[in-house]
C-alpha cells in the first residue's frame, strides 16, 4: 500500500460515514509530514439548511486554517474522495496547500483541470501538484451508491450521477 492510498482511505472512512448520514460521500484530510492536520466531510447536502458551501474541503481547510502559525503549508497534502470544485481548489491555492491527491474525478464540476494561465497573478503563480485516481474504484463505489439511493435527490440526474451511475455499471459487470 501506497502512502497516498493509506491516506486515501482514512479519507473514504469519513465518505462512508458522510453517506451513513444521507449525505455526498466525500471526505477529506489534510496531511503535514505523516501526521493529519485536519479532515472534514460533506454537511448540508440534504435537508433543512442545504447549500453548496459547506464541502469537505472547506471544513478541513478552517480546521487546518486555525493551527498554530509555523506550519509550512506548501508541505501539505489534501487527500480527498472526489476531485475539488472550483471553490475548493481555489482555496486550496490561496491557503497554500502543496499537494492535492484526490481519488474520483468531477466529471461535472472538478476544478484541477483548469488552464491557470488565463488566470490573474494569484492562482496562476501558484505551484501545486494534483494526483489523480488514487483508490478511485473505492470512491466510485460511494457514489454510485449515493446516486442508486431513490432517496437522494442531490445532484439526482446531473452529469455526475450519469457518469458515476455509467462507470458502476461497467465495473460491476466485470466485478471490480
Not at 44 to 64: Q, T, Y
Not at 101 to 123: F, I, K, Q, S
Amino acid at each position: 500500500m501506497t502512502t497516498h492510498e493509506y491516506y486515501m482511505k482514512i479519507a473514504l472512512v469519513l465518505a462512508e460515514n458522510a453517506l451513513a448520514r444521507g449525505e455526498f460521500p466525500v471526505g477529506c484530510i489534510i496531511v503535514v509530514d505523516d501526521l493529519i492536520m485536519a479532515e472534514g466531510k460533506r454537511s448540508h447536502s440534504i435537508g433543512k439548511g442545504s447549500n453548496e458551501i459547506d464541502h469537505a474541503e472547506i471544513h478541513a481547510l478552517r480546521d487546518f486554517s486555525s493551527l498554530q502559525r509555523g506550519i509550512d503549508k506548501n508541505r501539505a497534502t489534501l487527500y480527498s474522495t472526489l476531485e475539488p470544485c472550483l471553490m475548493c481548489y481555489g482555496a486550496c491555492m490561496i491557503s497554500g496547500i502543496g499537494k492535492i491527491v484526490y481519488a474520483y474525478e468531477d466529471a461535472m464540476g472538478g476544478g484541477t483541470g483548469c488552464n491557470l494561465e488565463r488566470l490573474p497573478p494569484l492562482y496562476r503563480e501558484i505551484s501545486m501538484t494534483i494526483t489523480k485516481n488514487v483508490l478511485r474504484h473505492e470512491s466510485l463505489k460511494l457514489f454510485a451508491e449515493f446516486f442508486k439511493n431513490p432517496e437522494n435527490q442531490y445532484l439526482k440526474n446531473s452529469l455526475l450521477a450519469r457518469t458515476t451511475l455509467s462507470q458502476a455499471q461497467i465495473l460491476d459487470g466485470n466485478a471490480y
